[in-house]
């Protein structure tokens, strides 16, 4: 059976766009300052805004499930515990 999409879909998912560190080659910093860009709120998911975003039909066709940083850090969200919880169940 050839492989689809499917198969190998790998989901990168940004729930906090906050940070504690300041890397300064971090996206998140205009270049060469640790100025943060204007399109990079202070904001992270809800648990609820989660699971409507990423049902249990649509967490069953995902090999790997990511919780990036490329704006934030995701141990910044409070509710990123319950949304890990909710993965695996």
């Not at 995902?62 to 910044?76: E, I, M, R, S």
């Amino acid at each position: 059976m050839p492989n689809t999409w499917k198969d190998d879909l790998i989901l990168y998912i940004e729930v906090s766009s906050m940070c504690n560190a300041l890397c300064p080659q971090c996206d998140r910093y205009k270049p060469s300052t640790l100025e943060v860009h204007e399109h990079v709120p202070n904001a992270y998911w809800s648990l609820e805004q989660f699971k409507q975003a990423f049902t249990p039909q649509n967490l069953q066709i995902a090999k790997v499930l990511n919780f990036a940083g490329l704006y934030g850090d995701p141990v910044t969200n409070p509710h990123l515990y319950y949304m890990v919880q909710y993965v695996l169940q």
